[in-house]
């Protein structure tokens, strides 16, 4: 008898959420093809609680054909939390992709195989084959597969947040916590898989109905991954790309600005410390660094360079990286306003100079200065001088 109790409405109500939110994030016009992998991760995920949605609900007692329906697709929950996490920061998958789901599609090519036995052969090789041999090594392979991507994925991560040091100017602006929030998602999921197999294997035997917490589990992270997902689907990160290695070839600038003079020395006996001196002028009476989210793409271009070779003058030539060389002309500017007796607020002062906002700005300032805006105020500015108090404060 089919009946729908508290605990099938449970994860069937959490299933029809996660299958609702894959819908929608499969029709989000922005980041379409990394929104596309995190409805397939969400599917993946959904799908993981259909056995238990039914089977509280009574259908494997009904309808014993639905034996190995094709439910659970473990070994690709791993593969697609990774290319989702590289899709969102760089401009296009790994190169051949399609190889980490190969497993996968193996699992569930057999999945598809046993489903379509008749009924008698589909029990006798479930009882005496697919439980006590195949069964286990598809759960053991679907941590180890999670456990893999996780780590790939964490170190990629890190990765990309050396690369954003390098390539923005505020990274404030980028550091979202939605690629945090899928890493912590899926760890959980690991861990929650992990305890109740190692209780199934080393402890006690658990019963369909034992494993009710685990589902529940999943079913809260499906909750959380679809709230998340679907709040930061549009969310754009700046694209890592691999520097181009070779010397620039000089093109056309914006804005009819003048071109910077071609160097006539070898690459290796360049002078980089002149070369950043003269960029670091040009951006500096140019006044890029006013722009919040100034990025060395935007930079390299209107100087007619590329990338790698502008990032070489900054660190090669100025000893410091690009962020911190913009920042310190902000901070700079923020200074001298102070130094002025501005009679802005210090928050005005600093969003007019190129920072996006409060926290930025105090986290910023006090690296290059030491101390906060309103501590560095009231040290370098005469009491009978100063402005109106500050509206940002120290982090």
Known sequence: MIRFGSWSTTLGLAAGFGALIAMLLLLAPANRSANRLLAALLAVATLRLMPYVIGFAGFYDAYPWLTFAPFDHGLAIG????????????????????????????????????????????????????????????????LVSLAIYLVAAIRFCRRYRRWLAEHVSDQDIHRQPWIGTV??????????????????????????FDRFPQYLAFAAIVLWLGLEGWRHAAHCFPPLVDPLPAPPRQTAAIAAEPMPPALPQPERTRDWSALAAEWLVRIDQAGWWREPGLTLEQ?????????????????????????FAINALRVRAVQQALAANDVRSVLAIALESGFSSKASFNRVFLAHAGVSPTAWRAAHIPETAAGKESEATSA
């Open 183 to 208: 890493l912590a998602a899926l760890s959980l999921w690991l861990a929650v898989g992990l305890g109740f197999e190692i209780v199934d294997r080393f402890l006690r035997d658990l019963s369909y």
């Open 79 to 142: 593969p697609l939390l990774y290319l989702y996490v590289c899709r969102l920061a760089t401009p296009s998958l790994p190169p051949r992709w399609g190889w980490h789901l190969l497993p996968a599609a193996i699992d569930f090519a057999y999945n598809l195989w046993a489903f379509a036995l008749p009924l008698a052969q589909k029990e006798n090789w479930d009882e005496r084959v697919h439980r006590p041999w195949i069964e286990p090594l598809e759960s053991a392979a679907a």
């Open 299 to 323: 930079v390299a271009r209107r100087l007619g360079s590329n990338e790698s070779y502008v990032s070489r003058a900054f660190n090669a030539g100025a000893g410091r990286n690009f962020n």
